[in-house]
């Protein structure tokens, strides 16, 4: 007997990476293996963003046969310019804020929480942006930042700078209200996530449903940022990158 299994896996830098990140997996040096990698995502022009190396791929088709379910930071816009892996499953979007099912629509039993959410800290984040906003410019900083929307709401704070521009960025958000936001930031990014944009919540709640639906169903979870680590324990087994944000604080 064959049993179900549902992987939930975290996208950039876990599945795919920009190609500078990939080169460097691909022969481990950064200097070729530009011929190795296979287009997996696209920016907003339409030109090639995200990459697999030779090991993602084998790894994709290990988990050929299995329902992949993305628990990712990017929205729903981003997400569909993802074009490797297909996702024909449920959608995990924003950092856990939101929950799509297979019809592309809103989980119905997730659209509450999304609208009691957005609706106790939209305007929140609008004044967060804001006060980050006049900091770069008082500043100077070389940042930028916006409130994402996903679903038709806002859902999290991006900040997007070099390394000084986040460490100055991440003392305002703190001192804004620490125990209002949770940060999450790797690379150049950081994001700003109230209460309801939560990974773990988010695949807690969906594998309550499959679990109900199939109580012999194995669970399977993929990440690499620290922040992956809630939702990744809830499942029967998980998978880490090499070299990634886990790897690193985890075994070195």
Request: charged letters at 20%; aromatic letters at 6%.
């Amino acid at each position: 007997m064959t049993r179900a299994i549902t992987v939930f896996t975290d996208l950039d830098d876990t599945l795919f990476q920009t190609q500078a990140k990939a080169r460097a997996l691909a022969d481990g040096t950064g200097n070729s293996g530009a011929d190795a990698l296979t287009e997996a995502a696209y920016d907003r022009d339409g030109a090639p963003l995200s990459f697999h190396t030779p090991a993602q791929l084998a790894l994709l088709d290990l988990l050929h046969g299995c329902e992949v379910i993305p628990v990712t930071g990017r929205n729903r816009t981003a997400l569909d310019r993802v074009v490797s892996p297909v996702f024909r499953a449920c959608r995990i979007t924003s950092h856990g804020a939101v929950l799509y099912g297979p019809d592309g629509e809103v989980l119905p039993s997730w659209r509450g929480p999304l609208a009691a959410g957005a609706e106790a800290f939209g305007p929140a984040m609008q004044e967060l942006s804001a006060a980050v906003q006049d900091l770069i410019e008082r500043a100077r900083l070389a940042a930028r930042v916006r409130v994402i929307e996903d679903a038709g709401v806002p859902v999290y704070v991006s900040i997007k700078g070099d390394e000084a521009a986040l460490d100055r960025a991440e003392q305002l958000v703190l001192e804004q209200g620490a125990e209002r936001w949770r940060l999450h930031r790797n690379g150049r990014n950081l994001a700003a996530l109230p209460p309801f944009a939560d990974k773990r919540a988010a695949v807690a709640h969906l594998m309550a449903i499959k679990r109900a639906q199939d109580p012999t169903r194995t669970f399977l979870g993929l990440g690499d940022s620290v922040s992956d680590l809630g939702f990744m324990m809830l499942c029967d087994f998980a998978l880490v990158p090499s070299g990634t944000q886990i790897h690193q604080e985890c075994w070195s």
